[in-house]
C-alpha cells in the first residue's frame, strides 16, 4: 500500500484548530439546509449562492451557508452533525473544491466494487463516497492525505463501526468540471437555472427510460418489467401520447445515438433513466451496428480486429506481431484482415464509427440535456474525483438538467436502481428520495432539494415522523405504492417489533411490483424463517428481477429446501436468461449432487423441451463450471502446500461466492495461528459476506470465540474478525 510517504504530509497540511464561517438562516424552520462551500467560490459566486439559499428557504428549509478553507472532511462533518443534532438538519450541498473523502475496507457497502487495495494505488482502488459526510453512525480511521491529488482523504471503515448505511441527511455535490473563473462562471450559471427551475411548475409526468447493450443480457423479460414499475411510479407520465417512452438499443440500430440526443433535447422530459454501461467519459449506448448482409458482418469484425490491434500493447505485454500470430493461429485469419491498423484515414474513420457507439464527454455541451433528473445506473458516470465526469457535464451543459443520479465507481448490473423513486412523483425532494436508497457509491450531482411540482389537494406523509403509528396508518392508507414502500422502511428504521412478519403478510398482499421488492429487501434482516418463504413464493412473482433475485439468494442463503424451487424455477424461466443464469450459477451453493438428481428428473418429465438431450448437456456444462469454482476454493482452504498466492486468489472468490459449505473450514483457517496472517486476514474478510447464510449464527459465535480463546491476536486480524461480526449481526434482526 502507497502510504507512508503520505503521512507526513498530511501532519503538516492540517492545522491544529479548524478555520470556518458559519452563516445562519434568515428564517426559523423545523427543517434545515446546509450549503457548505469553499471560500473562493462563496467570493465568486455570493450573489447566485444567496439567491439559491433563498430559493431554499422560499421552499420551507432555512439554510445555513459553511464557508471555510476546508484542511479535512473532518471539519465539515463536525458542523453537519452538530446542525443535525441542534436543529435538525435535513440535508446539505457540497459546492465547488469540497474535500473528497477516499474510503477504503468497505466494499461490502458497495453493490460490486472489489479492486485489490493491496495491488492497485490508493486512488483508484478506494471508493469516493460522501456516506462519510451524510451517515453519521458510520465511524471511520484516518490514513492519509493524498501529496498529488490533494482533495483525497483517505480512510478505512472502522471494525467497531456499523456495517450498514443508514443516512442520516442526503448530499448532493456540485463540483465545477473546469478550473478557475471558468469552473465558477460554471456554477454561476447552474445555480441560476436551479432558482429558475424551483419557481417553475412541473410535475413528474414525463419519462423516458433507455436500455444500453450488455444490460441484463439484452434480455427482453428483464426489460419489459419496467413499463409496468414506471406505471406504478410515475402514473402520470402513463396519460399522454409523450408521456413514457421506452427505448432499447437494437430498436434503431444505424442511428440510436441520434434518437437518445433527440429525447435529451426534448424541453417538456422531466426524468431520463439510462441502464448502460459508463466510464467518467463515456456512455456506452451500443455496440456495433447489427449487419443485414455478409459484406456488413465482414467490415464490422475487420473494425474489431483493428481496435484489438491498437490497443493490445497498451493493454497486455503481447506485441503487435505475436497478437496477429495469435489470431492466425487461433482464428484463421490472413494478412487482409490486418490492412488500415495505422493508416491515418483508417483509423479517423473508425473513430467516428466507435463515436456513434456513445455519449462522450465532448457531446454533452452540444446536447444540451434537457431533463431535470437523470438517472445512470452505469459504472462511473458519476465519479467526481475526475476533474470532468458524465454526470457533472450533465448539469452544467446548460439545458434545463438539476439533478443527476450516479455512481462513482463501478455498480452491480442485477440492482434496482430505481427503488422508491415514486416518491418524486409525490412531490419530495431528490435528496429525500435517494436517502434510503444509498449504497457507498451512489451520489448526488447538483441540488439535493430540486421536487417536482405536486398535487396540493394531497397532503405528503410527513417524511421526519419517528411513530411507528403514524407510519402503519401510511402503510395502511390509500396512498402510491412507493409511499407504502416508504412506511416499510421507516417501520424498519424505528425497528417496529412485528416487521418481520409484516414484511411476510405485505409481500403475499400487495399486487404492487415495487412494494413486493422493499419487502424482499428487508426481510433479508431478520433472523427466522420468514425470509426463506418469501424467497420460495418469490420465484413465482410475476415481476422478473423478484424472480431473478429470489433464485440468487437461496444460493446465498444455502438451504436444501431450496432445490426444488430452483429446479422449477430453471425449467419454466429458461427463456429469462438472467433467471437461468441465476439458477446455473448458484445450484452449487447448495448440495449439487441433489440438484442434478432432480434436474435431471424434471428434465425426464418435462415433455415440452424439444431436444432435452442438448438441454441436459448444456445445463450440465453451466453446472459443471460453477462446481469448478467451487472446489478451487475449497482447494485452497485446506491445501497447506499450495501456493500462497494462489490460496488468496481463491479465497477473495468467496467474497462473491459465499458458498455456505465452505464456512466450517473457513473458520478453522481463521482460528490457525500456523496459517499466514495475510490468508487469515482475507478468511476474516470474506466471512463477512456470508450475510444470507443459513449459518451465519455459528460464524459470529466461532469468531467470538476466536477473540476470546486468542486473546494475543493481531490487531488488525482482530480487526478484520470485528467487522465481519457486525456485518453478518446487522442481518440477524
Not at 312 to 340: H, I, N, P, Q
Not at 344 to 367: C, F, M, N
Not at 545 to 568: D, H, L, S
Request: hydrophobic share 40%; net charge negative; aromatic share 10%.
Amino acid at each position: 500500500m502507497r502510504i507512508p510517504l503520505l503521512f507526513i504530509a498530511v501532519m503538516l497540511c492540517l492545522p491544529l484548530k479548524a478555520q470556518h464561517n458559519v452563516i445562519n438562516p434568515t428564517r426559523r424552520t423545523d427543517h434545515t439546509f446546509a450549503i457548505v462551500v469553499d471560500e473562493q467560490t462563496l467570493e465568486a459566486c455570493r450573489t447566485q449562492i444567496d439567491r439559491y439559499r433563498q430559493a431554499v428557504e422560499n421552499e420551507g428549509l432555512g439554510t445555513y451557508i459553511l464557508s471555510g478553507m476546508w484542511h479535512s472532511p473532518e471539519q465539515i462533518r463536525t458542523l453537519l452533525k452538530d446542525l443535525y443534532t441542534k436543529d435538525n438538519l435535513e440535508g446539505s450541498v457540497f459546492l465547488g473544491d469540497i474535500p473528497i473523502p477516499m474510503i477504503r475496507r468497505a466494499q461490502h457497502l458497495c453493490s460490486a466494487f472489489k479492486m485489490d487495495e493491496e495491488l492497485f494505488p490508493m486512488n483508484e482502488s478506494s471508493v469516493p463516497s460522501d456516506r462519510f459526510y451524510d451517515d453519521f453512525d458510520l465511524c471511520f480511521d484516518f490514513i492519509a492525505r493524498d501529496s498529488v491529488h490533494t482533495n483525497f482523504f483517505y480512510y478505512n471503515l472502522s471494525a467497531v463501526s456499523p456495517q450498514l448505511i443508514t443516512c442520516d441527511i442526503y448530499s448532493g455535490r456540485i463540483k465545477p468540471t473546469l478550473k478557475g473563473e471558468e469552473g465558477y462562471a460554471q456554477i454561476r450559471q447552474y445555480l441560476q437555472k436551479v432558482v429558475a427551475e424551483k419557481e417553475a411548475a412541473n410535475p413528474l409526468d414525463r419519462v423516458v427510460s433507455y436500455t444500453g447493450e450488455g444490460s441484463f443480457s439484452n434480455s427482453l423479460a428483464a426489460w419489459k418489467d419496467e413499463t409496468v414499475t414506471l406505471r406504478e411510479q410515475v402514473p402520470a407520465a402513463f396519460n399522454h401520447a409523450d408521456g413514457a417512452r421506452f427505448y432499447m438499443f437494437f430498436m434503431y440500430p444505424e442511428n440510436i445515438k441520434d434518437v437518445i440526443t433527440d429525447e435529451l433535447r426534448r424541453p417538456d422530459v422531466d426524468l431520463m433513466l439510462f441502464h448502460e454501461h459508463g466510464t467518467p467519459d463515456r456512455q456506452y449506448l451500443t455496440g456495433a451496428a447489427p449487419g443485414t448482409d455478409e459484406d456488413t458482418y465482414y467490415a464490422s469484425a475487420r473494425q474489431k480486429v483493428r481496435e484489438y490491434l491498437r490497443s493490445v500493447e497498451r493493454r497486455s505485454t503481447m506485441t503487435r506481431a505475436e497478437a496477429e500470430e495469435k489470431l492466425v493461429k487461433e482464428y484463421g485469419l490472413d494478412s487482409v484482415w490486418f490492412t488500415g491498423v495505422d493508416d491515418p484515414e483508417q483509423k479517423v474513420k473508425d473513430s467516428l464509427a466507435d463515436l456513434r457507439t456513445g455519449i462522450v464527454l465532448e457531446d454533452i455541451p452540444q446536447i444540451v440535456p434537457n431533463p431535470r433528473v437523470v438517472v445512470f445506473d452505469a459504472c462511473y458516470n458519476g465519479d467526481f474525483r475526475e476533474d470532468r465526469y458524465i454526470a457533472g457535464n450533465y448539469i452544467f451543459a446548460g439545458g434545463k438538467t438539476i439533478a443527476c443520479f450516479g455512481n462513482s465507481v463501478n455498480v452491480l448490473q442485477d440492482k434496482s436502481a430505481t427503488d422508491l423513486m415514486g416518491l418524486l412523483s409525490c412531490g419530495y425532494r431528490v435528496g429525500e428520495w435517494t436517502k434510503y436508497i444509498n449504497i457507498l457509491e451512489s451520489h448526488i450531482i447538483g441540488d439535493p432539494t430540486y421536487r417536482f411540482t405536486h398535487d396540493a389537494t394531497r397532503d405528503l406523509p410527513d417524511i421526519h415522523a419517528a411513530d411507528t403509528g403514524y407510519w402503519m396508518d401510511v402503510l395502511k392508507g390509500d396512498f402510491p405504492a412507493d409511499l407504502q414502500s416508504l412506511a416499510l422502511y421507516k417501520l424498519f428504521e424505528l425497528e417496529y417489533p412485528q416487521m418481520s412478519s409484516l414484511l411476510l403478510e405485505t409481500f403475499l398482499t400487495s399486487p404492487h411490483y415495487t412494494q413486493r421488492l422493499q419487502c424482499m429487501h428487508l426481510l433479508a434482516h431478520y433472523n427466522d424463517s420468514n425470509y426463506a418463504t418469501l424467497l420460495k413464493h418469490a420465484v413465482t412473482d410475476p415481476y422478473e428481477f423478484i424472480r431473478r433475485k429470489a433464485i440468487y439468494y437461496m444460493g446465498r442463503v444455502g438451504r436444501n429446501e431450496f432445490i426444488p424451487y430452483m429446479v422449477e424455477s430453471y425449467l419454466r424461466d429458461n427463456m429469462a436468461e438472467r433467471i437461468a443464469f441465476n439458477v446455473t450459477f448458484s445450484a452449487h451453493h447448495l448440495s449439487t449432487p441433489v440438484f442434478r438428481k432432480m434436474l435431471d428428473k424434471a428434465i425426464d418429465k418435462a415433455d415440452y423441451l424439444y431436444n432435452k438431450d442438448s438441454f441436459r448437456e448444456e445445463s450440465e456444462r453451466m453446472i459443471n463450471s460453477a462446481e469448478s469454482m467451487l472446489a478451487s476454493c475449497w482447494s485452497a482452504l485446506i491445501d497447506k502446500n499450495a501456493p500462497l498466492k494462489t490460496r488468496r486468489m481463491y479465497i477473495s472468490v468467496l467474497r462473491n461466492n459465499p458458498f455456505p459449505l465452505l464456512a466450517p473450514d473457513a473458520l478453522q483457517v481463521l482460528s490457525d495461528p500456523s496459517e499466514p496472517l495475510a490468508l487469515r486476514m482475507d478468511v476474516a474478510e470474506a466471512l463477512g459476506w456470508y450475510v444470507r447464510s443459513f449459518n451465519r449464527e455459528e460464524i459470529v459465535r466461532s469468531c467470538k470465540r476466536i477473540l476470546a480463546d486468542h486473546p494475543q491476536t493481531e490487531p488488525e486480524l482482530a480487526s478484520e474478525i470485528t467487522k465481519t461480526i457486525n456485518r453478518l449481526n446487522a442481518y440477524m434482526r
